[in-house]
């Protein structure tokens, strides 16, 4: 089974760059500062990660700065008891 932070790269990297883009994405790339995820992808990515991991994120915890890298949304997701 993939570790949380490898899913959670492959879905920015698949839905977020474009085919011929190559960046390269880390764990510790900054998505939202670093202008690869806007406000409405931000939504996008909430709602997979709690289709994914079957969890809701409420509103007041889906903040920039915990959506601004793969490893800050690990961190956030820890804290639903997701592994």
């Known amino acids: 089974m993939p570790e949380i932070k490898d899913v959670i790269l492959e879905y920015v990297q698949e839905e977020y760059l474009e085919e011929d883009d190559d960046m390269e994405i880390t764990y510790d790339s900054k998505l939202?500062?670093?202008?690869?995820?806007d406000s409405f992808s931000m939504v996008s990515l909430k709602r997979f990660l709690e289709t994914e991991y079957n969890i809701r994120i409420p509103d007041g915890?889906?903040?920039?700065?915990?959506?601004d890298s793969v490893n800050n949304i690990v961190k956030l997701l820890k804290e639903f008891d997701v592994e």
């Open 32 to 37: 939202i500062t670093g202008g690869i995820v």
């Open 61 to 67: 915890k889906a903040s920039p700065e915990a959506f």
